[in-house]
Nanobody
Framework: VQLQASGGGLVQAGDSLTLSCTASGRPLEGYSLGWFRQAPGKEREFVAGINWNGYITYYGESVKGRFTISRDNAKNTGYLQMARLKPEDTAVYYC??????????????????WGQGTLVTVSS
């Protein structure tokens, strides 16, 4: 499966933004989906994950209550809705797919398929 992340941009603190992850090559429903982010000089960090049918979601502590992960398998697309953005949310955001459909895993190494990343910049 190939993944394409999009929707990043420059926003102000407190704003909202929605990222999309579009899959091609294979149906996205065959994978659990994760969002990760990487800020300059920092390691890649788990943001959120969702299993194949959307019944199971999991969030990193720093985004709980502000971000929402979802997916539309009919559109082969996953989403990350980000609300109340903070300057510390500034990073390149990546979507990734894991062939373990029922399990949501937070580890970078658990995902075998990655999109190219989309930059989110939050100004104060």
């Amino acid at each position: 499966v190939q993944l394409q992340a999009s929707g990043g941009g420059l926003v102000q603190a407190g704003d909202s933004l929605t990222l999309s992850c579009t899959a091609s090559g294979r149906p996205l429903e065959g994978y659990s989906l994760g969002w990760f982010r990487q800020a300059p000089g920092k390691e890649r960090e788990f943001v959120a994950g969702i299993n194949w049918n959307g019944y199971i979601t999991y969030y990193g502590e720093s985004v709980k209550g502000r971000f929402t992960i979802s997916r539309d398998n009919a559109k082969n697309t996953g989403y990350l809705q980000m609300a109340r953005l903070k300057p510390e949310d500034t990073a390149v955001y990546y979507c990734a797919a894991n062939s373990e459909t029922w399990i949501v895993r937070p580890g970078v190494r658990e995902y075998g398929y990655w999109g190219q990343g989309t930059l989110v910049t939050v100004s104060s």
